[in-house]
């Protein structure tokens, strides 16, 4: 795709050739002057970010942690779904490091797992949603006020449609008319990541339009249409790479919220069904396990904010490396 | 002014009917759905039932539908002429079969009919009208405590830039956008009203017959749903309102005032803060849509007995005519929300050109 020759030796980073590939390559083109690649800056920056990198840890401590939760529970001889009918609601027992909850099931084991569900299911609708949003954003924007602008008209319509709707009623009602038919679409987890990925792009897609808008006019996308380059590849190939990096920008602090939605909606019951578990449904009663287990109220709330936190941190970093003149506007 | 009101008004117009056609795709593809349950008698056959259902119209083209939903079985006639002709509805008698027909009655979405609820037996409007109170009163609440507290600490942050308050606050801030509405209603609730005891751990007025008697009854229960849902918007409204005063306090107009002597406290939450405060109308339209959202949860969590409990258990007791009707109310009243926002805004600042 380019043939572009560093001049200058790139002092001080650990780009390897494999690395350099085109696609690093095509986002430095238009930083004229600048012999690093974006990328490259902000790696360099977020490695001196202790606070991003310690939350940047943290996150993928957890998802380890529940990555290897079958590994884990066996090696505590412990169960999500076994119930130990010598311990109910215990608060730390023989064999229960974090207590059991009402049925006698290790709150360990269902934390890790649950934490693989509330995980799961935030990652793949933030990456959906991302895919859907920047896929509809970069075809309204290219098409905006021209002959085909009638595309732009009738999505942002539907954008502003969707938006109008306060998100928890649409994820409610969506969820509610979902959940009986969900024998035909899979397991609750499925379903959830679906509705959170088709109601979750409007943000990332009014972000890319704009940006579309603003780069369908540079030099670039005027000389790839004098070469005689067709829309879908200037969209697709020129504009598209040229917007990843605000992007990329915004998934951690998506992943973050995708985490609250999903557990407010298990909390009520519309999200993930028991008996699998998630953050959220784990606390689906927790009102009733006030006087004899504040350990099952607190422990699962504890890991959502946790996770949140980290991520909107690793957001703010982000940002931070991708954009400083932006942070500092804001800081 | 009145033209650009007015023009955002007719801007609004296809922003509703979207949400209208949307509620009422989704509401259709619901699993028995509407027909099933208006039709609902154990001592009618399944066949009879079908037959009714036909008759009743839930077989037509659904373009048909949806007008006949959005503008009732009632005729419309403005000045004596007929802009919709309405239609008969058939009538059933006990065993489903068809006896006759009537004028029809309801008068759609258009005219404010949202039909009976399947739960309450009411009409919908009713029971919306009964529990907007509470849900105001909430919200208006937490919108108030989150903008007393959560200004002030904005602008002393950007007045002691760097210092511990501005750190502390600053993290604050971030933690609690990252705490669940439902959790924090839960720990505050174990930790006041269990815990301590000094709080009511739900509901609007204590349980007995009297109900509220005196004021701090009222208080008393609206402390912590209010702290739950008011939260996230001093968390929010600090971290607007450190920025917005970080680029006012750049502006020559602050050098000046300090120039002439005036003393910082004067400077910073007269002078600056009138001007810093003018983004923050920009908050005011998003802010509607959130509270709903918000308000849906802290009254499900606390048994507080307004319009966001009521969708919930509507969508639960899957009871149609009540979700299209939340749906739809919360729609407009976003929309509305976001326009009253901007019109705020040009008001407030004359700069703001009106686009």
Partial sequence: MTTETKTTPVPQTTVTPEESTSAVLSLSEERSGASESLYTLALRRLRRDYLTLVAIAIVLLLALLSLLAPVITDALNVSYTRTDSAAFLSIGSPGHILGTDDLGRDELARLLYAGRVSLTIAFSAAIGSLAIGVTVGVIAGYYQGGPLGFIDDAIMWFVTTLNSIPTLFLLLIVASVLRAQQSALGSSVVVLILILTFLGWTGTMRLVRGETLARRELEYTIAARAMGAGSWRIMFVHILPNVFSIIVVTLAIDVGSLILVESALSYLGLGVRPPTPSWGNMLNNAQSFFDRGPHLVFLPGFLIVLTVLCLYIIGDGMRDAFDPQASKKVA | ?355
């Fill in chain 2, 1 to 355: 002014m009145g033209r650009y009101v007015l023009r955002r008004l007719i801007q609004a117009i296809p922003t509703i009917l979207g949400i209208t056609v949307l509620s009422f795709l989704i509401m259709s593809a619901a699993p028995g759905g509407p027909a099933a349950a208006l039709t609902f008698d154990p001592k009618v056959p399944a066949k009879q039932r079908e037959a009714m259902q036909e008759k009743l119209g839930f077989n037509d083209p659904l373009p048909v539908q949806y007008v006949r939903w959005l503008l009732g079985e009632k005729p419309i006639k403005v000045l004596g002429v007929t802009l919709w002709g309405g239609r008969d509805v058939p009538v059933f008698d006990r065993q489903g079969n068809e006896i006759g027909t009537k004028p029809g009655t309801s008068g759609g979405i258009i005219r404010l009919d949202f039909g009976r609820s399947l739960f309450y037996k009411r009409p919908v409007i009713d029971m919306l009208k009964q529990r907007a109170g509470a849900t105001v009163q909430l919200g208006f609440t937490a919108l108030v405590l989150g903008f007393s507290i959560g200004i002030p600490i904005g602008i002393l942050s950007a007045v002691r830039r760097g210092s511990l308050f501005d750190n502390s606050s600053r993290v604050l801030a971030v933690l609690f956008n990252a705490v669940p509405v439902f959790w924090l209603g839960l720990m505050l609730i174990l930790v006041f009203g269990k815990w301590l005891g000094a709080l009511p751990m739900g509901n609007q007025c204590p349980l007995t017959i009297k109900g509220c008697v005196t004021l701090e009854d009222r208080v008393s229960h609206l402390v912590l749903p209010v702290f739950t849902l008011g939260t996230g918007w001093i968390a929010v409204l600090s971290r607007y309102m450190r920025t917005s005063t970080l680029d006012v306090l750049s502006q020559d107009y602050i050098r000046t005032a300090q120039a002439k002597g005036l003393p910082n406290s004067k400077v910073w939450f007269v002078h600056a803060t009138r001007n810093a405060l003018i983004p923050i109308a920009t908050i005011l339209g998003p802010a509607i849509p959130s509270l709903l959202s918000g308000a849906v949860i802290t009254e499900t969590i606390f048994s507080w007995p307004g319009l966001g409990r009521l969708s919930f258990e509507a969508v639960i007791q899957q009871d149609y005519p009540m979700v299209m009707a939340v749906v739809l109310l919360s729609g407009v009243i976003t929309v509305l929300g976001y326009l009253l926002s901007d019109i705020l805004y040009a008001l407030i600042d004359p700069r703001i050109r009106l686009g």
